[in-house]
């Protein structure tokens, strides 16, 4: 069955089972389950905080520096770790694939929203620290919350492209998966999830702005730790980019999708 995007709509509750089948692999064996959706955000922050705020002591009179960290960092684990998992998810499940007809795009897809899901909880976590530097900073929770989902879905269109791209070669070319993970390290070093972009040299700051993350960390930290409306321009570049990157990745798996299948 091919990837239209009728078959897609026809076959949605197998995308549904599918999410959650990843979600209940992630918690499979340990003994905590669930409770390790917010205690691995819970312990990633403290480590950060001892290594950002305790040792280097970075951060300023404006800014807490672990909560810029945070709204940066949280929402490019969602991404990479998304793009990583879809580089195998095909030839991981070669034996479904080829017993079984339906449309192969929806694993790469399940990947997304599950690891979405656990996007959504790792939030959970930065709204607690901006509450507890709220006192100190004004990082108090505000009616700029309401455009988290705008930007979420932003980051889940841009995300979803590459993953379909990505899953396709995985299965066409062995070596997808480890230049992807030096490209995906360089990759986030070259967003703003370190540093903010004032401290890039003026000239070179409209090649950073190429990268869609420099929006989207941006538009993260407006909302949660500026209390402020992201820029329009930001949310509309993120908007294109993620559309052009979700009809690119979609066009070319479904043009590849019987060679993967034969690939196997």
Known sequence: MHSTLGNIWNRRHLLWVLTTSNIKRQNKNTVLGYLWWLLDPILMTAVYYILVTVLFR??????????????????????????????????????????????????????????????????????????????????????????????ICLQVMFTAGVAMLMSAMGVLFKDTGNIMSHLLRMWYFLSPGLYSLDRIPEDMQPFFRINPFCELMTSYRDIIMRGRMPSWFDLGYAFGVGLVSCLVGYLLFRKLEGKLVQKL
Not at 71 to 93: D, M, N, P, T
Not at 104 to 130: E, Q, R, Y
């Open 58 to 151: 970075r951060g300023g009179s404006n800014q807490p520096y672990i909560l810029f960290v945070l709204c940066g960092l949280l929402a490019w684990k969602a991404f990479a770790g998304s793009v990583s998992q879809s580089i195998r998810i095909i030839s991981g499940q070669a034996g479904i694939v080829r017993a079984i007809s339906f449309p192969k795009v929806v694993l790469p897809l399940s990947l997304v929203f599950s690891n979405t899901i656990f996007f959504l909880f790792a939030l959970l976590v930065a709204v607690a620290v901006a509450c507890w530097y709220g006192p100190e900073y004004g990082t108090w929770p505000n009616i700029y919350y309401l455009m988290l989902p705008v930007v």
